[in-house]
Nanobody, 125 residues
Framework: QVQLVESGGGLVQAGGSLRLSCAAS????????MSWFRQAPGKEREFVAG????????TYADFVKGRFTISRDSAKNMVYLQMNSLKPEDTAVYYC??????????????????WGQGTQVTVSS
């Protein structure tokens, strides 16, 4: 089992920044795919960014490219999402998720094996 715990959410004004953290514990996979998703009220959960634990390759949704950066600290079993230039439309619950490094697409929530409880991000205009 893998446990994921998110933190760092909050209320911020448009144009501001937040850094989300995801602490991974339990059975951790050295080659797992770690990703951030978000879900706004009344909308489906959507992929934000993902990174493979063992390498530095990352992928982003088009709507966050240039604004968000995903990173990981292997020594601390942490994954981060640095969010800059936040917009009101970024308001959502943000989730950390993990999946095995198989052929399943990174962007589909149903392909992930483990989820955190989520952290609320609210961006005011």
């Amino acid at each position: 089992q893998v446990q994921l715990v998110e933190s760092g959410g909050g209320l911020v004004q448009a144009g501001g920044s937040l850094r989300l953290s995801c602490a991974a514990s339990g059975r951790t996979f050295s080659t797992a795919i770690m990703s951030w998703f978000r879900q706004a009220p009344g909308k489906e959960r959507e992929f934000v960014a993902g990174i493979q634990w063992s390498v530095l390759s990352a992928t982003y949704a088009d709507f966050v490219k240039g604004r968000f950066t995903i990173s990981r600290d292997s020594a601390k079993n942490m994954v981060y999402l640095q969010m800059n230039s936040l917009k009101p439309e970024d308001t959502a619950v943000y989730y950390c998720a993990a999946k095995l490094p198989d052929t399943r697409a990174w962007s589909r929530p149903g392909n992930y094996d483990y989820w955190g409880q989520g952290t609320q991000v609210t961006v005011s205009s």
